[in-house]
């Protein structure tokens, strides 16, 4: 079982920024895909930022222009660099290993609220 943990989240202004981190313990990091998900109360999750092991990314349509996806392999980390923050952007972001649709290990998740 892959564990992972996030840390990073926080209050922030609205139009601030937070770098987000992922922490992965996997023999086999650097050939799997890793993504960030969010679910804001009442919300389904959804997928935010994506990176493969060829380092192809993508995003959600809301966040393209200001959420920068990375990884490193060496140190087992995906980060999710997040600017230009907006109350809409306020939820619990999940870090997760696998595929983009059907995830196969979650992070326990790490909360970011953005005041307006």
């Known amino acids: 079982q892959v564990q992972l943990v996030e840390s990073g989240g926080g209050l922030v202004q609205a139009g601030g920024s937070l770098r987000l981190s992922c922490a992965a313990s996997?023999?086999?990091?650097?050939?799997?895909?890793m993504a960030w998900y969010r679910q804001a109360p009442g919300k389904q999750r959804e997928l935010v930022a994506g990176?493969?092991?060829?380092?192809?990314?993508n995003y959600a349509d809301s966040v393209k222009g200001r959420f920068t996806i990375s990884r490193d392999n060496a140190k087992k980390m995906v980060y999710l660099q997040m600017n230009k923050l907006k109350p809409e952007d306020a939820a619990v972001y999940y870090c997760?290993?696998?595929?983009?649709?059907?995830?196969?290990?979650w992070g326990q998740g790490t909360q970011v609220t953005v005041s307006s």
């Open positions: 996997e023999s086999f990091f650097s050939i799997n895909a």
């Open positions: 997760a290993s696998g595929p983009f649709n059907s995830p196969r290990s």
């Open positions: 990176i493969t092991s060829t380092y192809s990314t």
